[in-house]
């Protein structure tokens, strides 16, 4: 499952699912809406891609808290419940900035950790880096690949 398959990297991905012909659900805020997930269906994997991004750090978006923390750890403690290996995609941000982005990012990399679930920490994903990002999630899942993976440079 790729939770928050209509972003940049979620619909990578479901793309790569779709061309090794792999069953998987995409779910976007309109089919899983991680601040009133309601119904979460089962699934092997789970990806959380879903996240509010701010084009200007000193603007707060609505919403925000709800969808890159409650929502997130909500849903991700609802499928690891149901035994979903679960992959929280988070930034390498975390390593250098001190923020409100990357203190949502930490916070939900604790939890993730707790549940012994996967943590891949990207750099900046340009187009022509975005297969290589892709390729390396699907493997953390694929291999159920616990704790922390860093991708890439920044």
Known sequence: MAIGAN????????KELAARKRAFIGTTRQTLDVTAPGVIPPCDVAYLCAAQLRTDPAIAVPDEWAINVDGTIEVAKRLHDKGAFVVFL???????RN?????MKKIVEK?????D???VRLATVNERLLPDAVN???A??????????????D
Request: hydrophobic share 40%; charged share 25%.
């Open 7 to 14: 972003g940049r990297i979620g619909s990578a991905m479901c």
């Open 90 to 96: 988070s930034s390498r941000a975390v390593e250098s």
């Open 99 to 103: 923020d409100e982005y990357t203190r």
């Open 111 to 115: 939890s993730v950790d707790v549940m």
């Open 117 to 119: 679930g996967a943590i």
């Open 136 to 138: 390396t999630l699907l």
């Open 140 to 153: 953390v899942g694929d291999d159920r690949i616990k704790g922390l993976t860093v991708w890439g440079q």
